[in-house]
């Protein structure tokens, strides 16, 4: 195993990458106590109103940009500073720094609705009360909040425990005492592979996930530390989130079963070459069982796209592989039977098949059928790519806000809004 890690460490320092062989899927989010459902029904109360105090309480009290305070809008809300002003005030009393505070905010809003009184003042005090000092603790929790979304004092030693001697230590007796006292089982097994992981390099931001969840990477003792010898076989840089994806799919899938997945593709007109080429730029293209494969390009052949164009689209765009017929055949017909851009557009930009339909596919291009009728571009089409591949500011700019005419433009706003 240390020649393994040596190994590991080597390819962090020279970055090499070879072929993948193995499938990837995307890690599984963090879960937290704070459950998803609270945090609807929470926003849905408080509306556009609540959404603005936030903002501005974020922007104020902490010094946020305007742009990340909107971004932790979205996923925690409130109408007044009162409970949100006592989890900043709870946590200035433990000694955090205003930097270590918007650091929490920031990866952990959910904080700002928890009672600080009943909830996190106590989780402190316990941590505190295990001689923990105040300059550790403040910089435990502030790179990890999670751990205060955690419930019960046993639950919180042991991943606190973890944090301390694990990620933010080198190996010590201290932590291998810390490590034998943990329950026997599942727990165990991750605590020693996820060390193996960070003596790989693996970064702090990656590890702590694997430890709360039940991610497949960090179980078991044999099948992991075979499966980690073959990803660090193929390159994968241990310093990286994919380093993880190819962990998941090389315990999960065997290589029987990705050999065939490969064949469904060969049978379909893509060499291997391409195969991996593919698989190089989005791990999941095989993910798909041989019945998808088939399905999605039926489904491309049957709106025109010849066998060539689909594998070009694929090549630039793998994730259409993943698409459902319905999604695939309501945007195809949009852009081409309504709008009438060629075909060959699409398989040049590929990438506007995965933007949303109703935020931005279809608003964008009603309000260049205004212009078009109007005679304001022109009879032919402007470049699908300058239409659709740029933000919405840079879009209203170039279509709608240039305009001098105050009534066209709130004519043409009203277009892009009902859309």
């Not at 240390?2 to 963090?30: C, D, M, N, T």
């Not at 459950?35 to 903002?55: C, D, E, H, I, L």
């Not at 945007?331 to 949303?356: D, H, R």
Request: glycine share 6%; net charge positive; proline share 4%.
């Amino acid at each position: 195993m240390y020649s393994l890690i040596r190994h590991g460490r080597r390819l962090v320092e020279l970055q090499k990458w070879r072929h993948l062989s193995f499938l990837v899927q995307k890690a599984s989010p963090l879960s937290n106590s704070f459950s998803s459902a609270t945090v609807a029904r929470t926003s849905s109360r408080v509306g556009r109103k609540g959404n603005n105090f936030t903002v501005s309480y974020l922007v104020d009290s902490l010094g946020l940009a305007r742009k990340l305070a909107e971004s932790i809008s979205r996923k925690v809300s409130f109408e007044d500073k009162a409970n949100p002003d006592s989890v900043l005030n709870l946590f200035r009393s433990h000694g955090f720094t205003d930097s270590q505070i918007s650091s929490i905010v920031t990866d952990y809003p959910q904080l700002l609705i928890a009672d600080a009184e009943k909830s996190l003042g106590p989780k402190l005090q316990f941590l505190q009360s295990r001689e923990a000092s105040s300059s550790e603790l403040t910089e435990i929790v502030s790179q990890v909040p999670k751990i205060l979304g955690k419930r019960g004092h046993k639950t919180i030693s042991v991943y606190y425990d973890f944090i301390k001697d694990t990620l933010l230590h080198d190996k010590s007796s201290k932590k291998e005492k810390s490590c034998h006292s943990f329950p026997q089982g599942n727990l165990e097994n991750k605590i020693r592979n996820i060390s193996v992981l960070r003596e790989l390099g693996m970064p702090h931001k990656l590890l702590f996930p694997l430890l709360i969840s039940c991610d497949v990477p960090v179980f078991g003792k044999e099948k992991f530390e075979e499966s980690l010898k073959k990803v660090v076989d193929m390159g994968f840089d241990p310093t990286s989130a994919k380093f993880l994806e190819a962990l998941r799919v090389v315990q999960r899938l065997s290589d029987k079963t990705i050999e065939e997945k490969v064949n469904a593709y060969e049978r379909l007109g893509f060499d291997v070459g391409n195969v991996w080429a593919v698989f190089k730029r989005w791990p999941n293209f095989l993910t798909h069982s041989e019945k998808k494969i088939l399905s999605t390009i039926e489904t491309f052949l049957g709106l025109g796209f010849t066998r060539d164009e689909f594998s070009m689209l694929v090549k630039r765009f793998p994730q259409g592989i993943g698409l459902s017929p319905e999604t695939v055949k309501k945007k195809t017909e949009f852009l081409v039977k309504k709008m009438n851009w060629p075909i060959k557009a699409l398989v040049s930009n590929p990438a506007i098949l995965g933007y949303s339909m109703e935020k931005r596919t279809v608003p964008r291009g009603n309000v260049i059928k205004a212009l078009i009728s109007k005679g304001l571009i022109g009879s032919e089409l402007p470049s699908i790519s300058h239409v659709f591949i740029c933000t919405n500011q840079v879009f209203l700019n170039r279509y709608v806000k240039k305009h001098e005419d105050k009534q066209l433009v709130t004519e043409l706003m009203a277009i892009y809004r009902a859309s």
